[in-house]
């Protein structure tokens, strides 16, 4: 089970959080004007990486803020963890 | 007891103490600090099971959690009988029951023991290639199997011994109270470090503990008495929290560990009673020191697994810590030095050493020196090559190996015994290192599989990081740990150490023997009684993966994971195939390490806390009022209220016609109400509903719909202005967790620019639903001073109000489509308006109504329940409510979606009504509806989703699912079931007054 670093609350444990999957994919502002396939690009299309990943968590049972998190697939390790709308400390 | 197998000068347990216990029914004496196992060979038992698949005898082979045979059913009552607990880790306690488990009908004379003679017929994978065929024979082939095999007995009745979990939080957490645990532990707390110490023993100090031999000294005494001096210093330390009797069966990542105490289970009945028996600890350390040590490996050859062939280390525990001989004329036979300190140990003692069988050629290591200067005979370059004893090992026979190990020659010499030790070297416990996620590295020069590398702040010392002798499990050791804890600890620099060093190694996975292969019985795993041949054979058919051949043999599958066997079994696949073992690499050790009880796992979680109950402010006039009640979540919800001795059918009847002919009152509290504040809250509404917000009137109520992203219905509910920034949202009872959630999602990481804030009030305010033609006489009553009329007070709108001085707030909406209130009161006083309203309602013959009767009424009316009539794959269009979508808005959540091209696709399944031919035929839900029933295949074009006898109407209604229904109104379909083929006819979903003229009525 992961110890997060919640950015509000400090570490806590994974169960007192809920994962939302990939990050940054930022709602199309005029969704009216997009394409079948640009639409379908924003709501279906979502990487499964085995490594390092981007990814959104929600401090559910705690403050309920959204956050996010770089997180490798592959050993869980947690490499950040950074406010909404903050860029990723990691490329 | 025979006394002749106790020696008297032991200081380790209490022999001034005896316990009476019983085994398989015999009472029998032991003392205190004894184990199930080394009582019963202290009273010369050692046959104390059967078997899994020959039904062979099995004795005792160790002293710990690695124990494959003595696997025991512990007690005899019902509720707390525990099967497949092992002998070697039971302390006594006065009172103790135990049995023997696979064996039927007793251990000493069992019928599955004809497989034994018939074993050529029960080779690996016997039972898979046997039983499965033909498949509806399982049932036959399970009874027997279940019965001859029986691998324990499940307590019958709820077992009722009291679990516990606790979470601890720790700097440094220690797992095993060996010579390096002690040290480590030692080190740690001495810096201050927050530190936990473990060990599953009742007692700290390992195998170091009882170690009195001149070949392992520190500071010129006995290592034994120089460890003993370090634990009495342990309790020096505040910040050092020592857990004994406690077995970590978990590590996790982030080291995140389960570690399970145990607390009553060595006591006598009257300590244990009313006493917490186990406690899981959720252990989260910021560092790991694993020092758990390592297992002795038994040898492979002929008839291995007869019971008094036990592992020479556990001999020489039994005997040096517990005083009991297992033996009277014991011989011993190994691979490496370790067989001899039990040789020394039990000549010191005054039992007769036989003699030492040795594969390797002569070595003149400290300790053999030893042995030999003790008078006892060696046989060099020598293996057993068969066992006799049937009950018991009564005979060896010995042969000399060949010079490169794969045979042997010259003449068979036999010896008398009535106990073998075996020694096949050492296994780290590396089992808790990989469950964590580490990876292993295999050494070549003795064969074992060490911690590599790890993702986590934890190390690996002693044994278990394959430090095998004294000097370099204390130099190693402590360097390890003052690197790990970046400390500097020179309390152990200057020992002076004594340490007998092997010289020697030698290592032959499968002895050979005088027989050929298929002629001989080498025991890999005992417990589930897989032999080398086995896995030979399985790489003859052409396994190869090692998790392969483990399930195909079952070798390292039983209740022990094969903590002997597995090193052997990879051994025996690497020499075969002709790879490395380095290469071959491990099989998988998942937790827990020793099995767990239910009980520790589910902790207090138990009955009424297994989950939430959540209860409405008005849930004891509903118990009085003898309703009956349905779980909605984890709500309970009034179902319906049964009146003398009405079924369902008959309670919802007469309360869905007296809630349209006069009165009905419905407890509606566990709606979800989300209060939404802030400037910005209309344009919030407006982005989450299908329909248009802002022009709502303050003091109005709108219904709303809200859809996915992708366009599906997720859920409704009325909303209400209560002023110009404020807003108060209702959600289905079973949505309101996720709605809220997905609206702080939005409002989150969407629209953060948007000033509204959301405020979950579920359980703030009780609501009392009132509806039916005399409703509004009802409230009148209640509330005088309130203009109920319709230009004053029209339906979709709100009033403040009070109730005899009870703040209220008055909704006129409908779910029945009856003239109807909701009033939503604080909680503490929700009962008292319900029976104000009840009170006020009697000379109507108001009637409480529950969630049955409320589903019943809506459906009339044609009004959905999203989750019942729709799935997450209905939009607003399928469900013929276009109406709610706003073609203005510019955006909402899903709007993209309703025209994409499936979700615009003509024929996709829509919601229609359905009428049955015979109004008194009532579909089932779920029910499949075909167009035509001759040709086959028939294609399913959809299922009724809502479906009751409508008293109202008198006639069966049903809502349903149907492909471009809405084309179809009017059409004859079939709704084909079991015995018959019912025939509807597709309709619009409003039944019931189609005009809306009672809601107004
Ligand atoms: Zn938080």
Redesign the pocket.
Known sequence: MFLIN????GE?DQSEFSAGGEAHIIRPKQPTELSDDQWAEYLFMRKNIKGVQFERWN?AH????WFNMVRDTSNDKIHAVYKMGEKPPIK | MSKNLRITNNKFIDQTTRISFKFDGKTLYGFKGDTLASALLANNIHLVGRSFKYHRPRGIMTCGSEEPNAIVQLGNDPSMTEPNTRATEIELYEGLEASSQNCWPSVKFDIGAVNNFFSPLLPAAFYYKTFMWPANFWKLYEYFIRKSAGLGKSPTEPDKDIYDHRYLHCDVLVVGGGISGIMAAKTAAKNNFNTVLIDDKNILGGNTLFQQNECFKINNSYSNEWLKKEISTLNLFKNLNIKTRTSLAAYHSYNYLLARENLTDHLDFNEKKNKIRQRLWKIRAKKVIIATGAIERPLIFNNNDRPGIILSSSIKKYIDYYGVKCGQKISLFTNNDSAYETAISLSNSGVKVNSLIDIRDKTNSLIVTQAEKLGIKIHWKSTVVNTNGYKKINSIEIMKLSDDGTAVVESKTKEQCDCLGISGGWTPRVHLFTQSGGKLKFRDEDNVFLPDKSDLDQISIGSCNGDFELDDVIKNSVNLTNKFLKVNNNDYEKLEIISSKEIDKKNIWLLPSDKPLGKTKPFLDFQNDSTANDVKLALREGFKSIEHVKRYTTTGMATDQGKLSNMHALGIIAETAGVKMGELGTTTFRPPYTPLTFGAIVGRNVGKFFDITRKTPIHDWHVENKAEFENVGQWKRAWYYPKDNENMYDAVQRESKAARDSAGILDASTLGKIDIQGSDASEFLNRVYTNAWSKLEIGKCRYGLMLNEDGMVYDDGVTTRLSENHYLMTTTTGGAANVLSKLEDYLQTEWPELDVYLTSVTDHYGTVSICGPNSKKILSKLIPDLDLSDKKFPHMSFKSALIDNIKCRVMRISFTGEHSYEINIQSSYAKSVWEKCFEAGKEFNITPYGTETMHLLRAEKGFIIAGQDTDGTMTPVDLQMDWIISKKKYDFIGKRSLYRSDTIREDRKQLVGLLTENPNEILEEGAQIVAKTNKKPIEMLGHVTSSYFSPNLNKSIALAVVKNGKKLKGQKMFVPMKNKTINVTITDTVFLDKENKRLNA
């Open positions: 919640c950015p509000y609350c806590r401090h705690g403050c309920r803020k």
